[in-house]
């Protein structure tokens, strides 16, 4: 399917590696020309030059910003150029019980998952309204939903990242600017890869027995019972920034393999 993305330009933040760098692979295949992020210069350069040998002739470009840095954050307002797609990815989280959590946690998973896409989308939004098309993507989680005890304060920012949404879709009333929240599973990044090499290397289970284990005791609730791999999650992204997806607004889209359940 030609989802009809070619020469838009898309920035994805925290996209060197797990979901927005496998979400900048999908978009550069549609043609899209795709401006990735993290917080060095380094993982950007390693990140683009991957791009580069998969995509030799994609348009792609990356801009190091940290979300945790207030001054960053404006200054990759000030120099992005116009956006027609604005993918909100970048996501921290602390596990920890409840009563152990420091305010500067909960602050800390506030300003890099919420107030990142604030701050972008109070940006980039009046200008896809006036060029009267755009699509803004806040990836929020499962989490939003299931809200794990030992993830109160990242499962609170996911949910927020859906009211955000659903918030701004209210503005775009009657124009073809579309605001959307996507609520990915347990997926294969990077970093689940590592929690279950962890988990394996302390337990002494294999990784697969990890996994396993993981959904029968853990994520119960799970139809897919594996994790996602980033590219499943990637493509249902790359979807909604379509022109093709044009009739959902404000909407929170899963792609949690059914684990939070529920009729709609
Ligand atoms: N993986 C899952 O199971 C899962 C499930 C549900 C929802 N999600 C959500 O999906 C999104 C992507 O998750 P993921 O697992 O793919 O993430 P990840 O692998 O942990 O993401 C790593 C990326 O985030 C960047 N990053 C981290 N902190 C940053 C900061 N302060 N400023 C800018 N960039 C930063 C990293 O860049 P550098 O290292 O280059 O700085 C790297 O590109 C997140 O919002 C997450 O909450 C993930």
């Known amino acids: 399917m030609d989802l009809k993305l070619k020469d838009k330009t898309v920035f994805i933040t925290g996209s060197t590696a797990g979901i927005g760098f496998a979400t900048a692979k999908a978009l550069l295949n549609e043609g899209a020309k795709v401006i990735v992020n993290g917080r060095t210069n380094q993982s950007i350069d390693s990140a683009l030059s991957k791009l580069k040998q998969d995509f030799p002739s994609g348009d792609v470009s990356g801009f190091a910003a940290d979300f945790g840095d207030l001054e960053s954050a404006k200054l990759l307002c000030a120099t992005l150029p116009e956006l027609d797609i604005l993918i909100n990815n970048v996501g921290i989280y602390k596990a920890a019980p409840f009563f152990e959590m420091e305010d500067s946690s909960w602050y800390q998973q506030f300003e890099n998952n919420v107030m990142s896409g604030v701050r972008l989308s109070r940006h980039f939004l009046p200008k896809m309204l006036k060029k009267?098309?755009?699509?803004?993507?806040?990836?929020?989680?499962e989490c939003a939903e299931l809200v794990?005890?030992?993830?109160?304060?990242?499962?609170?920012t996911k949910t927020a990242m859906v009211a955000i949404a659903k918030g701004l879709a209210q503005l775009t009333k009657a124009s073809g600017v579309t605001v959307n929240s996507i609520l990915p599973g347990s997926t294969l990044s990077e970093g689940a890869e590592q929690f279950l090499k962890d988990e394996a290397a302390k337990s002494g289970k294999t990784k697969e027995t990890v996994e396993a284990?993981?959904?029968k005791e853990v994520r119960t609730s799970s139809l897919l019972q594996r994790f996602a791999t980033v590219d499943e999650v990637a493509s249902t992204i790359?979807?909604?920034?379509?022109?093709?997806?044009?009739?959902?607004?404000g909407s929170a889209l899963k792609v949690e393999g059914g684990s939070t359940g529920g009729l709609i």
Request: with cysteine.
């Open 148 to 156: 794990p005890p030992d993830l109160l304060a990242y499962s609170m």
């Open 238 to 249: 790359a979807y909604y920034c379509s022109p093709l997806a044009s009739a959902t607004n």
């Open 132 to 141: 009267n098309w755009g699509r803004i993507l806040f990836i929020s989680s």
């Open 213 to 215: 284990d993981f959904f």
